[in-house]
């Protein structure tokens, strides 16, 4: 079973999609986020009006992977001198 971590500050709200509730269709609110499996994450919401929760799975691919390191590393960050 997988852990869940409370929602940090850190992830800008705008970045995470707010799904409308099944039952009563208002906003719901991001609750929790949980690990689901390699690149796999768990998104919990939950209704803030009639609370009922709804679970998504979101996938990520390896950011070390992605096209957009190697535009980076050739850019012109340079060490410190």
Wanted: a positive charge.
């Amino acid at each position: 079973m997988s852990q869940s971590q409370p929602l940090s500050s850190n992830i800008p709200f705008a970045a995470i999609g707010r799904p409308a509730c099944p039952k009563c269709k208002a906003p719901m609110m991001l609750v929790s986020i949980g690990l689901e499996g390699p690149g796999v994450d768990l998104y919990t919401f939950e209704c803030a009006i009639c609370h009922c929760p709804l679970e998504t799975l979101a996938a990520y691919g390896d950011p070390m992977k992605s096209k957009g390191l190697g535009r980076w590393l050739q850019g012109g960050l340079n060490s410190p001198k």
